[in-house]
Antibody, heavy 118, light 107 residues
């Protein structure tokens, strides 16, 4: 049974770059699409971006200028970088899997909390 | 961007009652690419419904989805104690978006 685990710093300073990694276990990263989603404290969900194992990407237009998503098939991992962060980027960040680009998010990681503060 | 508006914001019901949650889209959702998720405090969302009306693996049949175009509904036929949670709709077209959520709380 595939499992996803987010990892990365829990605290990032304003104007710096947030970097997170999602490690896939119990299955291969190949042949699937992989998304990042976030949830600010007490608020709703926001899709950030997705990547196919081959490297094709799609970004939320509202975040596109600050986001980079990448994949490392040799490590069974994919990553998120969000630049120039502010307090508004404080959130729980989730990674998730979907079988095609237009598919629901069927498998989720447990989420990791990132706080932006000096 | 397709904006999804969920109503009501909060639904106060008792166990055993029927819950009806609404999700309205600002434009037609392609091919019924509409999903519903359940989220409990401190947990990741869980997929309940996809394709507007298909239940995900392991989801009890008291959960049902309906609708097409711009109007979608999630119905919980008889609320169990474990069903009190926040529910989100999502359209998973080219640029996915989520609704703001409906909290189903114990009355």
């Amino acid at each position: 049974q595939v499992q996803l685990q987010e990892s990365g710093p829990g605290l990032v300073k304003p104007s710096e770059t947030l970097s997170l990694t999602c490690t896939v276990s119990g299955g291969f990263i190949s042949n699937y699409y992989w998304s990042w989603i976030r949830q600010p404290p007490g608020k709703g969900l926001e899709w950030i971006a997705y990547i196919y194992y081959s490297g094709n990407t799609n970004y939320n237009p509202s975040l596109k200028s600050r986001v980079t998503i990448s994949v490392d098939t040799s490590k069974n991992q994919f990553s998120l970088k969000l630049s120039s962060v502010t307090a508004a980027d404080t959130a729980v960040y989730y990674c998730a899997r979907h079988v095609v680009d237009t598919a629901p998010l069927a498998v989720w990681g447990q989420g990791t909390t990132v706080t932006v503060s000096s | 961007e397709i904006v999804l508006t969920q109503s009501p914001g909060t639904l106060s019901l008792s166990p055993g009652e029927r819950a009806t949650l609404s999700c309205r889209a600002s434009q037609s959702v392609s091919s019924s690419y509409l999903a519903w998720y359940q989220q409990k405090p401190g947990q990741a969302p869980r997929l309940l419904i996809y394709g507007a009306s298909s239940r995900a693996t392991g989801i009890p049949d008291r959960f049902s989805g309906s609708g097409s175009g711009t109007d979608f509904t999630l119905t919980i036929s008889r609320l169990e104690p474990e069903d009190f949670a926040v529910y989100y709709c999502q359209q998973y077209g080219r640029s996915p978006t989520f609704g703001g959520g409906t909290k189903v709380e114990i009355k």
